[in-house]
């Protein structure tokens, strides 16, 4: 691997401090999706390994929470530097595990570093409040202190991102973490874990147990010194963690699935609303849980709108993402390669055309071929569950109602966008659509100041923007009597 610091290149856990492997020694295999390969190994931890982590986490918390917000606030610029510093490594690392490309990687530790920072500044800012005592003789406060040790489980689509916004706030309020990455892009969270370290953050702060999920979920929901767990992570897991949490009620925040429409009215500026669709849909190979799912025209301007959607699609490159210019890397897996082809299929034995696709892509390799469809009915599989792939269905519309129920009409809530120019249907689709986040006229809703979370079956809670801190936050009144 060609890292210009190879000791980023981590194939350890750690707990404590301390680079370890499983007790059993037991080990599991991460493949690069582009050549299907080993790329390295993780140690496969169970409930022994994760009980020590969050003991660690636990000990490391009683001194983490008694610093000044100031000096937590210091450890994580410094980490943030330091991401920044080594983005070209991290970049890489991050597409020979997870298959997006090069440039769309180092998108992703640029964006991931930035909540690294927006929460060090935010450290600085949970203030808590006086309140008017019912009598003279009392006075009453209202104290903000650390939640305490939280789990946090993250996906393989964003290994970096998805652990920064958690842990960023997390660490800025005070609390310590066990952090369990996708056991399918391990690496990139081993390798910020060496760069917290490099920045001075204290040993047992940030633990990462590695491996298979399902006993290291259940010793993260049973164990009652992790007070917190936030997950990002599909709705069926969501659910679950959620279940389990009802045993020692501990708080949660869950970032889950969604199938996010893109409406494009007939007053729509076409060209921008191509673009958006593009960025939207293609990003990520279409593997992003904010993706648009199902693209909506109104049939004043759909031929037209397919058309130039069409033209673009055709041209993209398909390929390893450390290719010059490919601009939809590998699936993650062949169960993905296998959900798209049945989306696809579906689609056409309901009567769904295909308008265009890319070249064809290699046979036997998990890459999957952008398509355009036209057609789509809301009785097909890809209007109902997520496809996760680079397949953009085109559905067409009549009204404005009827474009609204068919957007609305899913039980997710994540993001939905839609493209007009006309200022009052702005503001109406804008009030009218029940998603968490809605990009009007644009396609590009992530950022660290603004609040990224669902509603219904996407999630609860929300991270980045002033928000995100208070997810690992408590709240204690304070009465003082007898003044
Ligand atoms: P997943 O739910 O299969 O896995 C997510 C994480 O949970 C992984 O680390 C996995 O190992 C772990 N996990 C699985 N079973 C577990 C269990 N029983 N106990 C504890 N942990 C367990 O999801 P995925 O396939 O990795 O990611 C894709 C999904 O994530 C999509 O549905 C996507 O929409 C969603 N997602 C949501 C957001 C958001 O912000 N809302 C962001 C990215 C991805």
């Not at 769309?104 to 450290?123: C, D, M």
């Not at 969501?238 to 893109?262: C, Q, T, V, Y």
């Not at 025209?297 to 390893?320: C, E, P, T, W």
């Not at 296998?338 to 689609?347: F, L, Q, S, Y």
Request: some cysteine; overall charge neutral; glycine content about 10%.
């Amino acid at each position: 691997m060609a890292l210009k610091d190879k000791d980023l290149f981590r194939q350890q856990a750690l707990i404590g401090g301390t680079w370890r492997d499983a007790s059993t020694k037991a080990r599991v295999d991460v493949i690069d999706p582009a050549s299907q390969k080993v790329l390295g190994t993780i140690p496969d931890m169970g409930r022994d390994e994760t009980r020590a982590a969050i003991d660690a986490a636990a000990a490391a918390f009683k001194h983490w929470k008694t610093k000044a917000h100031a000096e937590r606030a210091a450890l994580l610029e410094r980490w943030h530097e330091l991401m920044r510093r080594h983005e070209q490594d991290l970049a890489l690392l991050l597409t020979l595990e997870q298959g997006k490309p090069l440039a769309e990687s180092l998108g992703e530790i640029r964006y991931g570093a930035s909540f690294v920072k927006w929460f060090a500044e935010e450290a600085r800012r949970i203030n808590g409040s006086t309140i008017p005592a019912p009598t003279v003789d009392r006075r009453i406060l209202v104290l903000k202190e650390p939640v305490g040790v939280c789990g946090i489980i993250t996906p393989w689509n964003f290994p970096n991102a998805m652990i920064t916004r958690k842990v960023a706030p997390a660490l800025a309020a005070g609390c310590t973490v066990v952090i369990k990455p996708s056991e399918f892009t391990p690496f990139s969270a081993l390798a910020i874990a060496v760069l917290a370290e490099r920045a001075g953050i204290p040993a047992g702060v940030i633990n990462i147990v590695t491996g298979m999920p399902a006993e290291i979920g259940a010793e993260l929901m049973a164990n009652e010194t992790v007070r917190k767990i936030s997950f990002t992570g599909s709705t069926r897991v969501g659910a679950l963690l959620m279940k389990g949490a009802a045993d020692n009620i501990k708080r949660l925040s869950l970032e889950l699935g969604g199938n996010a429409p893109f409406i494009v009215f007939d007053d729509a500026d076409i060209d921008r609303a191509v673009e958006g669709a593009i960025a939207s849909k293609f990003r990520n190979g279409g593997q992003t849980c904010v993706c648009c799912n199902r693209i909506l025209v109104q049939a004043g301007i759909y031929d037209a709108f397919a058309q130039k959607l069409a033209s673009r699609v055709s041209k993209m490159k398909v390929g390893a993402g450390t290719e010059e210019g490919v601009a939809i890397g590998p699936m993650i897996n062949g169960a993905a390669i296998e959900k798209i082809k049945r989306h696809v299929t579906d689609a056409l034995n309901k009567g769904a055309k295909i308008i265009s696709e890319s070249e064809a892509v290699p046979e036997g390799r998990q890459y999957a071929r952008p398509v355009v469809l036209g057609g789509a009915t809301t009785e097909m599989l890809l209007a109902s569950e997520e496809t996760f792939g680079p397949v953009a269905p085109l559905f067409r519309f009549e009204t404005e109602d009827e474009a609204i129920a068919i957007a609305n009409g899913t039980p997710f809530g994540l993001a939905a966008y839609f493209y007009t120019e006309n200022l009052k249907r702005s503001w109406r689709v804008a009030e009218a659509l029940e998603f968490g986040m809605v990009g009007l006229n644009t396609g590009l809703i992530s950022t660290e100041v603004a609040p990224f979370g669902g509603v219904k079956q996407s999630g609860l809670g929300r991270e980045g923007s002033q928000l995100g801190i208070e997810e690992y936050i408590e709240t204690k009144a304070l009465h003082i009597g007898g003044l």
